[in-house]
């Protein structure tokens, strides 16, 4: 059996160590049902947090100044008890963080429900967004949905409202055909109900591309940025410049390539992945946190951030070169195992079990 191969059979076992053992991920995941993280070992300190607050950055041209570091909403509908839900938001709060991420969809509601209560009190601190699930159609669908999503994050108005998931090659057609989610975008935009509108996807950056090319006054927009990307059907080359020159305000995620696999074989740290991510050009990286612990360790990391030089960028870049090529740790690229199941409801394909790699 060639070296290859054994390392190639023992990667699972090797995943499942390394995810019970002393590191916790700086969880950009894959998405709700891919998801994965590390805890220290039992009986680990604590980490240290730094004095002072993650720094924060221009949200590209809205006037808008976010922290370096965003939380991620799915994970607060996966923490088993809602106290320490509430908890994590009042503690990243605490800390300077104020970019929260959500999605009508998460938990089925669940997620944006737990952050509402969370953030009462606190709004006007924050900078809250959530996402529309009709994955490009239905204007009307997509009203009622925001309305839900208000009422669930007890709130009259959202600053960033992203149409969810376009990751398949004719979603922005859908998007912009008439009475498409384009059309709730502006709709929602002129009611005053949103400030700031935007779109977000995992699969391919030529579909993002394309929907910029429909030329749609976009705010914001939302794309996998870690090392792996950088040489594999890569946003970063492809997608963020562009985004860049038009003043759009970037959000990065999943910065370990997924859900921690990275860590194993991908030859780079969570801290390597974190700061690779918020080292680019980019408003916020948003981070998905379970645990009071991960909490914990990921404030250590961007408050004390420093931003990696040219060299150390590409040294984390070369490390990982090896199996960026083939997608292994970036498998929301390469099958649809990862998508959204409304999503892949939308577009009739089968089940998750279903679904070949």
């Known amino acids: 059996m060639t070296e290859e191969m054994l390392r190639m059979e023992n990667f699972d076992k090797n995943r499942r160590a390394v995810l019970k053992g002393a590191v916790a991920l700086s969880a ?17 300190a604590t980490p240290s947090i730094p004095e002072g607050e993650v720094p924060k950055r221009p949200m590209g041209k809205t006037g808008l100044q976010v922290s370096y570091m965003g939380i991620g909403g799915y994970h607060l509908g996966s923490v088993k008890e809602e106290g320490e839900a509430m ?16 999605a009508w969809e998460y938990h089925e509601g669940l997620s944006e429900e737990r952050m509402g209560k969370a953030l009462e009190g606190k709004r006007d601190r924050v900078v809250l967004m959530t996402k529309v699930c009709t994955h490009g159609r239905g204007k009307d669908v997509a009203m009622r949905m925001l309305e839900e999503s208000l009422r669930r994050l007890k709130t009259d108005h959202l600053d960033v409202w992203q149409v969810h998931e376009v990751i398949y090659d004719n979603d922005p057609d859908l998007s912009f055909a008439p009475g498409g989610a384009a059309e709730a975008l502006q709709q929602a935009k002129q009611q005053g109900k949103v400030r700031f509108v935007g779109f977000t996807g995992h699969k391919d950056p030529e579909i993002h591309l394309k929907m910029l090319s429909h030329g749609f006054p976009f705010d914001t927009v939302q794309m996998p940025l870690n090392a792996f990307d950088a040489t594999f059907r890569s946003f970063e080359q ?61 404030l250590k990391v961007a408050i004390g951030f420093k931003p990696m030089t040219a060299a150390e960028m590409q040294a984390v870049r070369d490390r990982s070169k090896r199996d960026a090529g083939d997608g292994r740790y970036e498998l929301f690229k390469t099958t649809k195992k990862y998508d959204g199941k409304i999503g892949r409801q939308q577009h009739q394909f089968p089940e998750i079990e279903q679904v070949p790699l």
């Open 28 to 44: 950009a995941a894959l998405l709700p049902d891919g998801t994965a993280r590390a805890q220290n070992s039992a009986g680990a």
């Open 87 to 102: 908890d994590i938001v009042a503690k990243a709060i605490d800390h300077g963080v104020n970019f929260f991420d959500n």
């Open 238 to 298: 492809h997608v963020l410049p562009e985004a860049n020159k038009r003043g759009m305000a970037v959000f990065g995620m999943k910065s370990l390539g997924g859900s921690g696999e990275s860590v194993v074989g991908g030859g780079i740290t969570p801290e390597d992945g974190l700061r690779y991510a918020m080292s680019l050009p980019v408003a916020t990286t948003i981070s998905g946190m379970d645990s009071m612990q991960v909490l914990e360790q990921n």
